[in-house]
């Protein structure tokens, strides 16, 4: 295996999903916050909320010509209360983001296995 196989393709730094434009604002190796904004008729961002995710990773899809063994992910609107949180205001999505940057065996990032799940079954 070389090099770039045995490292991971990263989270997108920003992403535009549903109309909403997606911005990192603080990242490390378990959670990341982004910045949910929309751009107004008036050629002016509007921030509309946050978003903290706790970090997985997982196999790159077969179909992904990209050399990386492994890629982060984020979570599925179906996770959002255990693995991802949105909040309104900057303040509570950094309360947020703290307490899941904290580097413990509960907070550890989180990796996949072949079929989807993360390694506690879940």
């Known amino acids: 295996m070389n090099q770039v196989e045995e490292t ?3 989270i997108p730094e920003e992403f535009r999903k549903n ?14 916050l982004y ?3 929309i751009w107004l008729e008036t050629c002016r961002k509007r921030v509309v909320g946050f978003e903290v995710h706790k ?10 010509t990209s050399p990386y063994a492994l890629t982060e992910r984020l979570w599925s609107n179906e996770e959002f209360g255990r693995y991802a949180w949105g909040y309104q205001y900057l303040v509570h999505a950094m309360e947020k983001y703290n307490e ?8 550890s990032r989180i990796r996949l296995n072949s079929l989807g799940g993360d390694i506690h079954g879940n």
């Open 8 to 10: 991971i393709k990263p």
């Open 19 to 32: 109309g909403l434009r997606f911005k990192i604002l603080k990242r490390n190796t378990n959670a990341v």
């Open 55 to 64: 970090i997985r990773v997982g196999q790159t899809h077969p179909k992904d």
């Open 35 to 37: 910045e949910i904004s």
């Open 100 to 107: 899941k940057s904290r580097s413990s065996k509960d907070e």
